[in-house]
């Protein structure tokens, strides 16, 4: 993985130097999609958040279910809602959670001395329910309909679980990764990274982040959420 240009003052000069004397090269390999050869790695922290993209944007999924559900349960397709529910499963709960946050993160900030150092317990307690409101939302959509007396419940409890993980989500955005990552030096960083992309290629024999991606994209799609321009506030 490339080291970070902007870390130390000689790692700044050195990169300065080569764009001087290669800026068409350099410029060549920016171009390059994600993926080919000379692409930009993804750092530890960076992969941590850009998974949690990937499910609050399954927690719009939820909320725009659960709203349906209030207003008229035949505009929510079943299949999408499972398909939502069986990705946060797979992607967030087994790999994200478990294999990451749960194993490398979440002791490592146990043992700060620091106010992050609180949030792990509570943040394993919100995996805990999570993982019980994904059975729920999988039970209930299984058939290919939900159920008229699911209708009310599934949307309670749709609604406290976008709340709980957004909140989630955020504290560890902004606290809980950075605590973690300022607490390794420079080479145990890197070492975390590499050894994150690895635990993920094992998982799922391939990228999973592009895998989920294109998953949420599809219930998005069933549910009509894709274009993000309807979501414009008015003038």
Do not use: C
Not at 135 to 155: C, E, F, H, K, Q
Not at 160 to 177: G, K, N, P, S
């Amino acid at each position: 993985m490339q080291e970070n240009i902007n870390s130390k003052p000689q790692d700044r000069r050195r990169f300065l130097s080569l764009a001087a004397a290669g800026g068409a090269g350099l410029a060549a390999l920016a171009a390059r999609p994600a993926g080919a050869e000379g692409a930009k790695e993804v750092q530890a922290a960076e992969d941590l958040m850009r998974e949690h993209g990937v499910l609050r944007r399954a927690l719009l999924v939820y909320r725009a279910a659960a709203a349906r559900l209030r207003h008229d349960p035949r505009t929510v397709p079943a299949d999408a809602l499972l398909k939502t529910a069986q990705m946060f499963r797979s992607f967030g709960e087994d790999y994200h959670e478990r294999k990451i946050e749960e194993v490398f993160i979440f002791p490592a900030v146990r043992k700060l001395k620091q106010p992050a150092a609180a949030y792990p317990d509570v943040l394993q307690q919100q995996h805990d329910r999570g993982r019980a409101l994904n059975d729920y939302v999988m039970s209930v959509t299984r058939n290919g309909r939900i159920a008229g007396a699911a209708v009310a419940p599934l949307a309670r409890a749709l609604d406290a679980f976008e709340l709980m993980y957004e909140h989630h989500t955020a504290r560890e955005d902004t606290i809980v990764f950075i605590a973690w990552k300022d607490s390794l030096s420079d080479k145990a960083y890197k070492e975390m990274s590499e050894k994150f992309e690895d635990i993920e290629k094992q998982t799922f024999g391939h990228d999973g982040f592009e895998d989920a991606v294109r998953q949420i994209s599809a219930a998005e799609s069933r549910l009509e959420l894709s274009d993000i321009s309807q979501f414009t506030m008015a003038a």
